[in-house]
């Protein structure tokens, strides 16, 4: 059987003397959608900046695609093909659309298939095509999200991270960009996922996790974790409405 | 009025070379949110070299810009790399602060220790031709300063605008961790944003040994002009801050011509702290750089 | 969106937090003890009227007063300000004017109502320049003001005409009346004196509840606001009490050379080298400050007798190896070289 995309193991990240994350692992297969979940402080954003290369880890190992990531910076890891795409966006609001999309294949690699993934990502959210010339800042917000997938997805990334892809976004919106996040799964982009709307993550997802206070404590495929008592009465309201 | 416009214009000529330097500081400050105050020493340190260039080899100040513009941007890397790379990561922007502080204090003295205090100045031979128009006359010199300004500013355009490495600057400048995440390094993108900053200070220090009968000493009040035109054209706008200078230039010559040359500096600083007080975002930069979040 | 970091450690004030008095305080003040003894019997075996190490000490104090003012604005409070050269002018000036107006008739030398208002003027000064400066601006910005104020001052000095004796400044003394001598002891007593209240006061300062707020500002100024800290209070006040001592220093310095001069005591050297002087001997503490002033001032007295012109530029160059290097100066290395090299963070290099 083949190893996973990404293996995380025994994972721990302090700020300072704070713990955020204790000894996580968890396990992402390639071609699929993996959610993370949990309430506010959970240590999920945490987990994907570590994964990322933006914090520094105290104890653990991140394996992905077999190799260590160890003391890989950003750069390198963007190489290797994972993305994050951040909390809040963080879309390069003065520049354009086509300038943000140009950066996300900003490496070598990424950036001799430009025209490609551009097409790729056009093909995806169309209406970034029409948007190609204007501010990213002039953007509505389910625009931008799309826009912030889609610059992530121009570094052909093999694993795309997304931290809060429903934030501030409409119930119709947020069911749109899920549609995308699992049609970018279906062209063979392995997804990770942080979510509030966790009905959602857990309807589109193949596998879930579930933290707590910096710590994994459930885990199982989505519908396990959407048919579980536990996770229903925490997250889960009546009509699967966000926390 | 035409004895205004006359001034006028002469502020606008001085005051390119305040609008360089304030844009080197904006571009430098982008990026690694510092206001690099021994810009003023560094741009009169290039200056040093511009006149040994004609006093030993005899060529003209312009051409030195082929020499100067690479080897400022040269000089600006490993600055970076030397002194400023580990202080930009802090989260404690003093530490850069009082690098950038120490060095200006370091080579205004070396320039003293090396060059002695007395001023130089370049003969050079068509330093009178002046150009006519009307009852306007402008040294032919002096405009060069504006024309090295708006050749700085078309380059420095295209840079930003038109290049790869320009656009991830930018970036860079609204959200450095939004520009990591894609992969590109924030150090590297720093250390390109203080060469070219650098390198704007040597196309100053050009300028400047035209105009000037300059001495080590120039460094510390050119610095703190640079920072009034940056201040008064706006953080986070560089083509603002061009424009700062030439408003600098022209305030501070009405002032010679309409009250005294002695009230200049006065009137210059008193600007300074007045829009740091009432208008601290300046003429075109943008809001909540300088305020206090 | 800002994560949630902790200031990476290697900045300009780290200090690990003690509580109470360790050993290793009660160490340093065993040398200060010592330190007080040795300057205040020196005269008893060296004659300071005549020797150089006399001068040499007088201006270690002198600068040294003015570099533990900046302690503890910038040490302490982690504002830094470049203003100290204009407090220290204005000081001189203050008491060079009222002593040549005839304005108080309390005394000649030192006359403790000079000296007063010569430490009340800057300390003035700052409160109105700082309220507007420290309120809306962010910190590099403040630092450029008071540069800026700095400039002012001393080109208003400059200008002054006859009210303050325009770049000649004001000659004080041409020929010493009968029956008052210049003996540099005396001068070398009040230095003496003044800097130890100097540092008697930032003290006090900091170890009380002051002090406490100026720790908590500097380490981390939205977090202690939230806990009731009136930030803008406390940045004034140190901010204040910095330019107090510079104007003091100032105006012993007038004492001295009798002779106030705009481009002497509005001098850029009485801003840069005290914060040389601070950045060497250790940001944010006590003794910090005087190791600096000794170690700089021995630099540039013997630099200038045996290597004229070049100390400048090493000390320059110590100021930026000490930044890069030692960012809590000399008495920080001890303390520091544990966090700096085994440090525990999180955020990723």
Known sequence: MASPLLEVKGLSVSYGDVRALTDVSLEVEEGTIVALVGSNGAGKSTLLKA????????????????????????????????????????????????ENLRLGAYLPKARANFSESLERVFGLFPVLRERAGGRAGLLSGGEQQMLAIGRAVMAQPRLVMIDEASLGLSP????????????????????????????????????????????????????????NADVRKAYVGERGSKL | MSYFLQVVINGILLGSMYGIAAAG????????????????????????????????????????????????????LGLFYALFQKATALEDKNVSLLIAVGLMYLIENALLKAFSASPRGLNISYASAVLVVGSIRIAYVPLGLLGLALASAAVVFVFLRRTRVGTAVRAAAEDME??????????????????????????????????????????????????IALTLGGLGNVFGALAGGLILGIIENLTAFYISADWIEAVSYGIFVLVLIFLPQGLFGKRGLVKKV | MKSAD????????????????????????????????????????????????????????????????????????????????????????????????????????????????????????????????????????????????????????????????????????????????????????????????????VYILTTSRVGLALKAIREDEVSAASHGVNVLKYKILAFAVAAALAGLAGSIYTYYMLHPMPMNVFNTDWLFIPIIMVVLGGTGTLIGPWIGALVV?????????????????????????????????LTGMGENARHLFFRRGSRAR
């Open chain 3, 297 to 329: 001032e021995f630099i540039a007295w013997y630099g200038e007798k045996y290597f004229p012109g070049w100390h400048p530029v090493i000390l320059g160059v110590i100021m930026i190896v000490v930044m890069l290097f030692l960012p809590s100066g």
């Open chain 2, 25 to 76: 500081l904006s571009l430098i400050f982008g990026t690694m949110r510092i206001i690099f105050l021994a810009q003023g020493s560094v741009i009169v340190f290039f200056a040093f070299v511009v006149y040994f260039l004609f006093a030993k080899a005899g060529i003209d100040p312009y051409l030195c810009l082929l020499i100067i513009v690479p080897f400022a941007f040269l000089v600006g």
């Open chain 3, 6 to 201: 902790v200031p990476t450690t290697g900045g300009l004030a780290y200090r690990p937090r003690r509580a109470g008095l360790g050993r290793r305080n009660l160490s340093w003040l065993g040398v200060a003890v010592i330190a007080i003894l040795f300057f205040t019997t020196l005269p008893f075996y060296y004659s300071v009227a005549n020797g150089q190490l006399g001068i040499l000490f007088f201006l270690v104090f002198i600068y040294g007063i003015v570099a533990q003012g900046w302690n503890l604005v910038a040490g302490y409070t982690g504002q830094i300000s470049l203003g100290q050269n204009a407090f220290f002018g204005l000081g001189a000036f203050t008491t060079g004017l009222l002593w040549f107006w005839n304005i108080t008739h309390t005394g000649y030398w030192f006359d403790p109502v000079l000296m007063i208002l010569s430490l009340l003027a800057p300390a003035l000064l700052a409160v109105l320049v700082g309220l507007p400066l420290l309120t809306r601006l962010r910190g590099d910005y403040f630092a450029f003001g008071t540069l800026g104020l700095g400039m002012i001052i001393q080109v208003l000095f400059l200008n002054g005409g006859n009210v303050t004796g325009g770049s000649q400044g004001k000659l004080l003394i041409q020929v010493m009346p009968k029956g008052v001598t210049f003996d540099l002891r005396t001068h070398y007593y009040v230095a003496l004196l003044v800097a130890i209240i100097a540092t008697a006061v």
């Open chain 2, 178 to 227: 939004a520009t990591t995440l894609q992969g590109i390094n924030s150090v590297w993108v720093c250390a390109i944003s203080f060469a070219v900053g650098v390198g704007l200070a040597g196309v100053a220090g050009v300028g400047m040994s035209t105009v000037y009968s300059f001495d080590y000493s120039f460094g510390f009040t050119f610095a703190l002009k640079a920072l």
């Open chain 1, 51 to 98: 994964i990322a290369g933006l914090l520094h880890a105290s104890n653990g190992e991140v394996i992905f695609a077999e190799h260590s990531l160890s003391n890989l910076s950003t750069k390198h890891r963007v190489d290797r093909g994972i993305v994050l795409v951040p909390e809040g966006r963080r879309l390069f609001q003065t520049l354009t659309v086509q």
């Open chain 1, 172 to 227: 119709i919106l947020t069911r749109t960009i899920f549609n995308l996040i699992v049609a970018l799964n279906q062209q063979g982009t392995t997804v990770l996922v942080v979510e509030q709307n966790v009905h959602m993550a857990l309807k589109v997802c193949h596998k879930a996790y579930v933290m707590k206070t910096g710590q994994i404590v459930l885990s199982g495929t989505g519908e396990e974790l959407l048919a």
